[in-house]
């Protein structure tokens, strides 16, 4: 059975910083790229970053270029997502999401993480 | 940057058929994923690759893509069919959804 267990969020200042894990298991983790996507309160999805299944390439949304950088521990079974220079308007559940590729720009999401909440807020 | 435009709301009545576009330029160049979303819920895919159902997905869900627009169908729609629904593309390495429409059986 896949599991993703996403972890690591909570209530941030505007500025801060935090790193958000997902932990996988029921499938091979380095053969399948992954994505975070996350979703404001009663907005839409929105696509963050994207990472191959050998961690060798990236992708990312405008809104977060420069300012949040996906990872992966292949050994580890975890997907990673370092959030700096945090502003309001990054307040979302976070979703981890499984990629049908591994090359990491295509392809699409058949499974997802429950998601875990970031608030930023003073 | 790319654009996906789909509908705020969509209304159908129970055994309908309901119909939620997604229109995007030359969207028919790409593949068309569409996931549905009910509240408190993760996304969960229900077409992939404009027009191919995933195991486990009802057949009364099907895609087409054509010009530059893709449209999800369900067909003798049930209450338990009400949720969000969003379109999906790449467009230059990037991941693109829609803006997501509401669909209320009634």
């Known amino acids: 059975e896949v599991k993703l267990l996403e972890s690591g969020g909570g209530l941030v200042q505007p500025g801060g910083s935090l790193r958000l894990s997902c932990a996988v298991s029921g499938f091979t983790f380095s053969s399948y790229a992954m994505s975070w996507v996350r979703q404001a309160p009663g907005k839409g999805l929105e696509w963050v970053s994207a990472i191959s299944g050998s961690g060798t390439n990236t992708y990312n949304g405008d809104s977060v270029k420069g300012r949040f950088t996906i990872s992966r521990d292949n050994s580890k079974n975890t997907l990673y997502l370092q959030m700096n220079s945090l502003r309001a308007e990054d307040t979302a559940i976070y979703y981890c999401a499984k990629q049908v590729s591994g090359g990491g720009n295509s392809g699409y999401f058949d499974y997802w993480g429950q998601g875990t909440l970031v608030a930023v807020s003073s | 940057s790319y654009e996906l435009t789909q509908p705020p709301s969509v209304s159908v009545s129970p055994g309908q058929t309901a119909s939620i576009t997604c229109s995007g330029d030359?969207?028919?160049?790409?593949?068309a994923f569409w996931y549905q979303q009910k509240p408190g819920q993760s996304p969960v895919v229900v077409i992939y690759?404009?027009?191919k159902r995933p195991s486990g997905i009802p057949e009364r869900f099907s895609g087409s893509n054509s010009g530059n627009t893709a449209t999800l169908t369900i067909s003798g729609t049930q209450a338990m069919d009400e949720a969000d629904y969003s379109c999906q593309a790449w467009d230059s390495n990037t991941v693109v959804f829609g803006g997501g429409t509401k669909l209320t059986v009634l």
């Open positions: 690759q404009d027009n």
């Open positions: 030359k969207l028919a160049h790409k593949y």
